[in-house]
């Protein structure tokens, strides 16, 4: 077995020779020790998990996991999460020692700092092995159940051309949960989710050592948790002492072969080893100090005196790229024969299941619905189009399916029975639905989408700005984008969320004015690398190509705005109306009602104001002419980003408070958004302009 490069920083070996059966023990010593020394040099960061956690990561990734060092992207892996973000150095630890070619011990000694790969709490772009960034708590939690939807579905789909295929599948999906994880509301979600699609290839290993940031979880945290995840449909286990590691074995291997989803409590002690802070909360988020450093290592034996030391026959213990290149090729012989013995039938599974990028010719599905209806509409029969051709659109809706126009007609429901059901039942449970999207989108193989109303997207938000910052591909179909939900009032209707969501770095927020908009959201969303929230109304629109006489141009999303309709006579335009989604409908009409009177009107339909004002100066000064100073922007939500756009001279028709229940169209009068009052705020604009 070839010794990593780092092997040879290892210290000399110890007065007293290594005893071979002690081997384990001083193994996951290793791991806490290298841990400890980590977040000792970046005097950064949190020792108590780890040390309480080694063994734990020690059998799974000596002995549990399916996983091959030097492939950390072979798809038939199993996934590994560490929920309990904030215990990142026994990650990386283990990441290590198993053959990882980053992080190298020098990595380890760069914990926290700037550019580093081994990053404060894992980052899932920043470190192959690290499967999914975690650190705000219950995150983890539900990205792996969203990891065991998308694993058990491709189980599905192979099995479904050949029985014997299902095992190219990853198998299981390993994790790591703290007390925090399991406190967080959409752990719940998601565990409820979890236990009833039986999500058997879900492992979950809680650190239960009854302690978080302020004192004992006795503090806030006094349920039954195992009897509430019984009550889930959970298989449920106890380990006594975690640092028993034939009990834990035991457990897991109880776990793997239950059809439930299976949580071991494990007890533990934060902090294990540490002569002062072992047991308590003080070991959790702070450095131990040099001297306990030496205590603690002390007091577990440890004979070295370097920091980050890795003793010679632990590091070959360790060692994990052997087993690991023979299961990644013999994995790679088995897709070999997978696709010559079923060739087309198993060609498209192939692409997914590799990553390979769209089906060619995918776009050609996307003739842009018309028609003046709701955008929501359209969506729906976007996705109804697409499903045919792109087998990997897989998701649904929290509960809203019907409103929300997301159901694949005919597909089926995914489901505890059926896995190749095409349709997702997320239940009320907006986060769990977000996060197990970043799950299935991580995963791999398939293009999930989720939804809800727009207002709720409050309630997801924070798996939202996971998937930014992963860069992952999930598409949210937001709809009742606006007061124009009507009569469900002030509750339902999003007024800042449009702004909001715009502020989030990486997130596309696309808001199409019609049919042929709605497609390029879609296109737009499925080809590039991150989310994107499809901003949908409830009500009717018009048609832009009927209200324009030309064709929606193929770039119009792409670019974030296009010329809807200028002056009839090929005039200069005088003013310019700047609408998004069911506002530019009143643009249109407001434009009609100012040509009247003689004004020379541009409108702009402006689906993405952040794609349109990263676009070149050339795409921008075409669409707003620099010499016209005269523009409204009419959008019903928050004026906030618009200012720039209008410029000083310019206006912005805007909620500035929340909404009201009533019928849509008289709440669009009641708020100014309609083509009297944008004609009157387009000629004071004129006028101010002049
Ligand atoms: C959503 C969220 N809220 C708060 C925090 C800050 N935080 C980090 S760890 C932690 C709790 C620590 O307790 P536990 O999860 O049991 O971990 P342990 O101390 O046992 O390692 C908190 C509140 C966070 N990371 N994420
Ligand atoms: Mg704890």
Partial sequence: MSSSPDAAKSTAAPAVPADPADLPRRAVDTIRTLAIDGVQAANSGHPGMP??????????????????????????????????????????????????????????????????????????????????????????????????????RMAAELAAVDPDAADLAARNVYAIVSDGDLMEGVASEAASLAGHLRLGRLVYLWDDNRITIDGG????????????????????????????????????AAAQADDRPSIVAVRTTIGYGSPAKAGTSASHGAPLGVEEVAATKAALGWPHTEPFTVPDDVREHLDARA????????????????????????????RRLTGAGMPAGWRDALTPPAGAKATRVHSGSVIGAL?????????????????????????????????????????????????????????????????????????????????????????????????????????????EHLAALRAMPGVEVVRPADGAETALAWRLAAERQGPTVIALTRQGVPDLADASGAPVPDDAVENGAWVV???????????????????????????????????????VSMPSPTRFRAADAAVRDAVLPPAVSARVAVEAGVAQGWEGI???????????????????????????????????VARRVMDRAR
Wanted: hydrophobic share 45%; aromatic share 8%; with cysteine.
């Fill in 323 to 350: 087993e690991g290149a023979a299961r990644s090729a013999a994995w790679d012989e088995q897709l070999v024969a997978f696709t010559s013995a079923h060739g087309a039938a198993a060609q498209d599974l192939v």
């Fill in 51 to 152: 040390l309480g956690c080694a063994p734990m990561a020690y059998l799974l990734y000596r002995e549990v996991l399916r996983h091959d060092p030097a492939r950390p992207d072979w798809p038939g892996r199993d996934r590994f999460v560490l929920s309990a973000g904030h215990g990142s150095m026994l990650l990386y630890a283990a990441l290590h020692l198993a053959g990882y070619e980053r992080p190298t011990l020098d990595d380890l000694r760069a914990f926290r700092q700037l550019g580093s790969v081994t990053a404060g709490h894992p980052e899932q772009d920043m470190l192959p092995g690290v499967e999914t960034t975690t650190g705000p708590l219950g995150q983890g939690f539900a990205t792996g159940v969203g990891m065991a939807i998308a694993a058990e």
């Fill in 387 to 495: 499903a045919p051709v792109l087998p990997e659109l897989f998701g649904g809706s929290a509960d809203l399916a019907a409103s929300n126009n997301t159901d694949i007609a005919g597909g089926g429901d995914f489901s505890a029975d059926d896995r190749l059901g095409r349709n997702l039942r997320f239940g009320i449970r907006e986060h769990a639905m977000a996060a197990a999207a970043n799950g299935m989108a991580l995963h791999g193989g398939f293009l999930p989408y989720v939804a809800t109303f727009m207002v709720f997207t409050d309630y997801l938000r924070p798996s939202l700005r996971l998937a930014a910052l992963m860069h992952q591909r999930v598409v949210y179909v937001m709809t009742h984008d606006s007061i124009g939900l009507g009569e469900d009032g002030p509750t339902h209707q999003p007024v």
């Fill in 217 to 252: 979880t006795d503090l806030a945290f006094s349920e039954d948790v195992l009897a509430r995840f019984d009550a889930y449909g959970w298989h449920t286990q106890r380990v006594t002492d975690g640092n028993d590691l034939d009990a834990l074995r035991a457990a897991i």
């Fill in 646 to 680: 209008v410029g000083e001279r310019g206006e912005v028709v805007a909620m500035t408070g929340f909404g009201a229940s009533g019928p849509a169209d008289e709440l669009f009068a009641h708020f100014g958004f309609t083509p009297g009052n944008v004609a009157r």
């Fill in 565 to 603: 309709r200028d002056p009839a006579d090929g005039a200069a335009p005088e003013v310019v109306l700047i609408g998004t989604g069911s506002e530019v409908g009143v643009c249109l009409a407001a434009a009609d009602e100012l040509a009247r009177d003689g004004v020379d009107v541009r409108v």
